[in-house]
């Protein structure tokens, strides 16, 4: 049952998007963290904005590349690919930002509301990375 089940691509490749994402997630925590230390107005809700959607960036950059190398193993136009993940990124960190801006007055502007948004984003850009990035990917 396990193999059949590992055997399964569109599950694999979920599996591996889940790990890289884990990377990706350790990346943008650390630097929102790095960011927030030396940031004195970090509690400003202007400035937490800039640096949850720095994290996230960097996050996304190195979710790009082992995305792209690892998960989807694509030989497609780098470039062409690189447009469309920074596209579906964007589309996730409006998603995040957006579910922020509504649970902003129950969390703060700390570790939490950042948790929470990060999360709202994960289907949305596996979904679309996989049918719309990495589509030609066999």
Known sequence: MLASITQRRGLRQFVKFGVVGASGFVVNLIVFTVLQRLDPAHSQAAHFYVLYSAGFLAGGASNYYLNRIWTFRSTGHAMREGAKFLSVSAIALVVGL?????????????????????????????FLNKYWTFKHVN
């Open 98 to 126: 957006g579910v922020s801006a509504l649970a902003a007055p129950y969390l703060g502007h700390g570790h939490k509301l950042w948790f929470l948004g990060t999360v709202a984003g994960i289907f949305v850009n596996f």
